[in-house]
C-alpha cells in the first residue's frame, strides 16, 4: 500500500516539469521571434583566427602645407638693396678713313659715364653690405638705395676677387639687418627664394629649389663652393640674397649660365652664407682675406694621364706651375710632380689642392706628399706664407 501514494507523487512531479518545460519553450520561442539578435548574442563565440601577415606597403609622401612665403620675404626684403655704380671711361675717338690719307693726326679722346647696376644685402647693424666684387669692380662712384626709396654713398671697406665677394659701408645704423641662417644644413630639394634688382625693376622675389651643393670649377672665382638653383636670377640680381622659407639668408646670388643661343635655363649659382661669414670677418679685420700659399698651381689629372699614370681618377693633382723662390720650389716641387696628399690626407682635385692650402696659417708649416715623372714618391715639409693679393700662379 505504500508504494502507490510514491508513484502518485513521482507522476504529479513529472507533470509538473513537463508543464514548465513546455512553457519554458514557449515563452524562448517568443523571445526570440520578438528579438532576434539575442539568438547570435547566446550563441558561442567562434574560435579565433591568426592574424594574417602584414602587407608591406611604402611610407606615406610627407604633406606639405605652403600657403605663401610673404612672411618669409616681409622678414627678408628690407635689408635687400639696389647698388648703382659709376664709372667714367676715356675712349680714343675713332678717326676717319680720309684723315689717315694725311699721315700724322693729332689723336682725340671722349670720356663717358659707364653705369651698371646690381644688389647687396646689408648684414650688420653698422650698415655693412655684403655685395659681389664684380658689381662694383672699377667703379668711381656707389650708390645703395633702401627698400624705404632712401638713397646714400657707400664706400669700399674691402674686396676679395677669389670669391667674388666685396663689403661696403653705408656709414648709417639706422638699417634693416638680414637674418643669417646656414647653408651647411641645405638639402637638394629645399625652398628657396631670390631677391634682387634684376634689369633696374627695383626690387623683385622669385622662387626654386636648391638644384645642387658644392659646386665648383666653373670658372668663376679661384674658390668655389657654390649652390645651384632654378631660382630666376637676371642681370642686376647679382650680390643680391638667396633665402630659405623662413628668411635666413644661405647665399648671395652671384652668376647665371649664359643663356645666348638658346642655352640653358633655370641654373644659376650663389655664393653660401658661411663661406661669406668668414670671408666678410677677415675683411673687416684686416682689409682683405688671410690665405696660406704654397706658390704652385695645380691643375686635374685627365682619364689618360691618370690611367698613364696608374693613378685613380680624381687622387691627385699635377702641378703645371710654380713660383721661383717659393716654398713649394725651395721644397724641391717642380713642374710636372704629382700632389697625392696634403697635412696626412689625400687629395681629390685641384680644388681640393688650392682650398685645403688657402686655409692653413700663414707661418705654418705642412707636408706634402707626392710623386715625380719618374715614380720617385716624396714627403716634403713646407713652410705656409700668406697668399699675395695679386697670385701669379692663379688660373684666371
Not at 516539469?17 to 524562448?28: N, Q, T
Not at 710654380?322 to 724641391?332: C, Q, T, Y
Amino acid at each position: 500500500m505504500t508504494g502507490r501514494p510514491q508513484l502518485q507523487r513521482f507522476r504529479a512531479v513529472l507533470k509538473f516539469l513537463s508543464k514548465a518545460v513546455a512553457v519554458g519553450l514557449a515563452v524562448a520561442f517568443l523571445v526570440v521571434w520578438w528579438k532576434p539578435a539575442l539568438l547570435g548574442a547566446l550563441s558561442p563565440a567562434p574560435a579565433a583566427k591568426p592574424d594574417p601577415a602584414p602587407v608591406a606597403t611604402a611610407p606615406r609622401a610627407p604633406t606639405v602645407v605652403l600657403d605663401s612665403f610673404a612672411d618669409a620675404v616681409a622678414r627678408a626684403a628690407p635689408a635687400v638693396v639696389n647698388i648703382y655704380t659709376a664709372r667714367l671711361v676715356t675712349e680714343k675717338a675713332r678717326v676717319a678713313p680720309i684723315d689717315q690719307l694725311f699721315g700724322d693726326y693729332w689723336p682725340s679722346y671722349r670720356q663717358r659715364i659707364e653705369r651698371s647696376l646690381g644688389s647687396g644685402v646689408i648684414v650688420d647693424e653698422q650698415g655693412l653690405i655684403v655685395t659681389n666684387q664684380h658689381v662694383i669692380s672699377g667703379a668711381d662712384s656707389i650708390k645703395v638705395q633702401f627698400s624705404d626709396g632712401r638713397i646714400a654713398d657707400a664706400k669700399i671697406v674691402g674686396q676679395d676677387p677669389d670669391t667674388d665677394i666685396a663689403i661696403l659701408d653705408v656709414h648709417t645704423n639706422k638699417v634693416p639687418v638680414m637674418p643669417l641662417g646656414r647653408s651647411d644644413t641645405l638639402r637638394v630639394g629645399d625652398i628657396v627664394l631670390a631677391i634682387g634688382n634684376p634689369y633696374g625693376l627695383s626690387q623683385t622675389v622669385t622662387q626654386g629649389i636648391v638644384s645642387a651643393t658644392g659646386r665648383g670649377q666653373l670658372g668663376l672665382a679661384t674658390f668655389e663652393n657654390f649652390i645651384q638653383t632654378d631660382a630666376a636670377i637676371n642681370p642686376g640680381n647679382s650680390g643680391g640674397a638667396l633665402i630659405n622659407a623662413h628668411g635666413e639668408l644661405v647665399g648671395i646670388n652671384t652668376a647665371v649660365l649664359n643663356r645666348a643661343n638658346g642655352g640653358p635655363e633655370g641654373i644659376g649659382f650663389a655664393i653660401p652664407v658661411n663661406l661669406v661669414r668668414g670671408v666678410m670677418q677677415q675683411i673687416v679685420a684686416h682689409g682683405h682675406v688671410v690665405r696660406g700659399w704654397l706658390g704652385l698651381m695645380p691643375q686635374d689629372l685627365n682619364d689618360d694621364q691618370a690611367a698613364q699614370m696608374g693613378i685613380a681618377n680624381g687622387g691627385a693633382a699635377v702641378v703645371v706651375n710654380i713660383l721661383v723662390k717659393s716654398p713649394a720650389f725651395e721644397a724641391g716641387i717642380r713642374p710636372g710632380d704629382l700632389i697625392t696628399g696634403i697635412g696626412g690626407k689625400p687629395v681629390h682635385s685641384s680644388q681640393d689642392v688650392v682650398s685645403r692650402v688657402a686655409a692653413l696659417t700663414p707661418g705654418s708649416q705642412v707636408e706634402v706628399e707626392g710623386r715625380q715623372p719618374a715614380g720617385k714618391t716624396f714627403h716634403y715639409k713646407v713652410g705656409v706664407i700668406e697668399r699675395p693679393l695679386s697670385d701669379p700662379t692663379a688660373r684666371r
